[in-house]
């Protein structure tokens, strides 16, 4: 599978409107919040509360620069929120866009990788793993599967590239807990031997199946929990007509590399630059 620059925009678009809907949930649970959403080049900037992992700017620059004075008033919407803005910048992206950040006083603090694969007909009927189930979440296990994704976030694995820290418990809760009142969203419960040992998210963009907020806990890790959740998702976009999947992931960590054995490759990078609320240069 190749990436050119309709693939990437046709995938950051994606990502982006998934950061919109989770603000316009935040916005509908939190009033106060002061959520934003704001269009620029091609792509969206958003804020959806304090310390969201969800506030960035993506999907910017493909086929255009930054208007720089549009910019500015983002940039001061989120100064005045004491925000960070992250801008998460494809390196299939216009190369004056980097420049243009770089210019403002934007640091690079890492990298993200966006692997996909198509979805074919042998993706939609997964063997069973023995000991494992993969199930839709009903609304009983809500707090438990919370409980779950939010734990096995607090405990990632050591390896590959790790950027910034996972957020605080509260934070995350409170994150996963505006995701799940997304309509769009899809959640999965797998269990091992009964228990709830793990869990996952799937949403469709158009016909592509965005693949997020997988996680399993540390004592389950190494028993195929991954691959199953995963396998499972696969098998639920093919039948929607999803014809690619897609996952971010952080260089070199083990969800790359459980994600590589299952056919994905690596499409492209995206940087991440990030303006701190005090930096005013223009």
């Not at 996972?166 to 228990?195: Q, T």
């Amino acid at each position: 599978m190749f990436a050119n620059v309709d693939m990437a925009r046709r995938i950051d678009t994606g990502e982006a409107r998934l950061c919109a809907e989770i603000a316009e949930a935040v916005g509908a649970r939190r009033p106060n919040e002061r959520v934003l959403i704001e269009e620029i080049a091609g792509g969206l900037a958003v804020f959806s509360g304090t310390d969201s992992p969800v506030n960035k700017m993506v999907g910017v620059g493909f086929g255009c620069g930054l208007d720089e004075s549009r910019l500015e008033v983002i940039e001061r919407a989120f100064a005045e929120r004491d925000a960070r803005l992250q801008a998460e910048v494809s390196t299939l992206a216009e190369p004056e866009v980097h420049a243009t950040l770089t210019r403002r006083g934007y640091i690079l603090q890492g990298f993200e990788h966006e692997l996909g694969r198509p979805l074919t007909l042998l993706d939609a009927d997964p063997p069973p793993v023995a000991g494992i189930q993969i199930e839709p979440m009903s609304g009983e296990d809500l707090a438990r599967w919370t409980d779950v994704v939010v734990t096995a976030f607090e405990h990632p694995d050591a390896e590959g590239v790790i950027g910034d820290q996972a957020p605080p418990r509260d934070v995350l809760e409170r994150v996963i807990a505006d995701m799940s009142a997304m309509r769009s969203l899809r959640r999965y419960v797998a269990r091992l031997d009964g228990e709830i040992a793990g869990g996952a998210s799937l949403r469709i963009d158009g016909r592509i199946a965005q693949l997020c907020g997988s996680a399993t806990l540390p004592r389950f890790r190494r028993r195929g929990i991954q691959s199953a959740l995963l396998r499972a998702r696969l098998a639920d976009a093919f039948g929607e007509g999803c014809d690619v999947a897609i996952v971010t992931t952080a260089p070199g960590s083990k969800s790359q590399k459980n994600v590589q054995r299952q056919g994905f490759v690596l499409l492209y990078a995206r940087a991440l630059l990030v303006k701190s609320p005090g930096d005013r240069r223009p």
